[in-house]
Structures are given as C-alpha cells and as structure tokens.
C-alpha cells in the first residue's frame, strides 16, 4: 500500500525545491544566467517531441546498462570468492583500492587516449562501480553471522546449495543498496564521459552542444531527465525488494 504521510512529505520536498528554484530565478532574473522552472519545463518537453532526442536517450540509457552489468557481474563473483578466499581478498586489494582513489577525471582522459571516444563510457563506467560493487559483496560475505552459517551446514553442508539458499538471499539487501548508489553513479560517471569524449548520440554531446548555443534552459531541462530516470531505475530496483525478503522468510523457516 501507498503510504500516504510518506508520499504527502515527498510531494513537500519536491514543491520546496522548485519554490526556492523560482525564487531564485526570480532574483536573477536572467533566462540566460538562471531560467525558471517553466522554461526548463518547456524544454523538458521539448525533448520527447523530437525524435533524435529520444535516440539519445536510449544509446546513454543502454550504455548505462551495459557498463553496470559490466562492473555488476564480475563485481558479484569476485566479490564472493573473496569472501570465502582471504588470500584472493588480499590480492584484490591493491586493484580496488587503485580504483577507487585514482581521480575520475584522470581516468577518463587516459582512456580517451587508449579507448577512442566510442569505448571510453563503458571503461569508466566499468571501472567506477566495479570497485563498488565488489566491496559491498565481499564486506557483506565476511559480516554474516557465523552462526547462520553453521546452522545451515548441519542441515546441508553443499557448497552451491548454501551458496544459493543461504548466502546469497542473506547478502541480497546489500547487493541491491550496492545497485542503488552504483546506478546514481553510474549516471554521473557516463554523462561526463560523454561529455568530455562528445560520443555521438549521447545526452553528454547534447548537453555540451546546448551549452555552446547558451541554450540553459536545455541542460537544466538534460539534467531534469537525467534526475527523472535515475528515481525510474531506483523505484524498479526496490520494486523487487519484497522477493528478497521472502528468501530471508523461507531460509529462516528453514
């Protein structure tokens, strides 16, 4: 069921920050320097009547996909051998922490260099959230009670089984949190990508084009969208949410 008081604060929230928006476009009073709500909403609606943009959209959105699945799957299984392998933890650890400080910026030039512009947003993107994703898989194997698991060997001491039935619904949670920020930041990474490697089809070179024609209008209205598919993606993720909690509810019956 729909909680209304949450709903109702949300809607707040949202309406808070488009009042304070106003307000300050009103102080400005500049379309150029800061355009209202209403001309960005012009232009939100421009965006779905022309069809090239509707093409940009899809290529970044499968892009984005493409380069989470990338840095998801590999990130899930390392994660997990990790979890059971101290000496492979140990490995990996140079890798994802060279990852994970290595400035995004930097990243993306080098690779602009090696890659070419078509390839550059699926490397960064790959190799933003793969840190990510591994770590939340691995910190979430080594943090499981080690009671749950000795409970469960008594019963079946199968190595996939377990892996299946006990392991992976008890990590689940932390899988989906890890999807959740990796998506936000998945978005972000691949727009500058775009941007800076002016990859065709791509809301990165439209943003860049709006901003040579001075059009801001049309990258706040990009940027309304970008904020638009980031909550679509975040409400399908937690839509599977209650399927997690009935592996929890079975294995406990277990």
Not at 42 to 55: N, Q, R, V
Not at 181 to 194: D, F, N, P, R, T
Not at 220 to 248: C, Q, R, S
Request: charged share 15%; aromatic share 10%; glycine share 6%.
């Amino acid at each position: 069921m729909i909680n209304l008081k949450k709903t109702g604060i949300t809607v707040l929230s949202v309406f808070s920050l488009f009042l304070v928006w106003q307000v300050a476009a009103i102080a400005v009073n500049s379309s150029l320097l800061l355009p209202g709500p209403k001309e960005v909403l012009i232009a939100f609606g421009k965006i779905f009547i022309e069809s090239d943009s509707l093409t940009v959209i899809l290529f970044t959105v499968w892009r984005l996909l493409l380069g989470l699945l990338l840095a998801t799957v590999p990130g899930i299984l390392l994660g997990i051998v990790a979890g059971f392998k101290k000496n492979f933890a140990t490995f990996m650890n140079p890798i994802v922490t060279v990852l994970r400080t290595i400035p995004v910026i930097a990243l993306t030039v080098i690779l602009l260099i090696v890659a070419g512009s078509k390839l550059t947003p699926y490397y960064i993107t790959f190799f933003m959230l793969f840190p990510l994703i591994y770590q939340a898989v691995y910190g979430a194997i080594t943090n499981i009670d080690k009671e749950l698991i000795d409970v469960y060997r008594l019963e079946d001491n199968h190595f996939i089984s377990g892996l299946t039935h006990c392991y992976i619904p008890l990590i689940s949670t932390n899988i989906r949190t890890a999807l959740l920020q990796s998506l936000g930041l998945g978005l972000k990474v691949m727009i500058m990508a775009e941007f800076l490697a002016q990859t065709d089809n791509s809301i990165g070179k439209a943003i860049s084009f709006a901003k040579v024609n001075l059009a801001y209008d049309e990258i706040f209205a990009w940027t309304l969208l970008l904020i638009v598919i980031a909550v679509l993606f975040e409400l399908l993720i937690n839509h599977y949410k209650p399927i997690t909690e009935k592996l929890k509810k079975s294995q406990n019956r277990k």
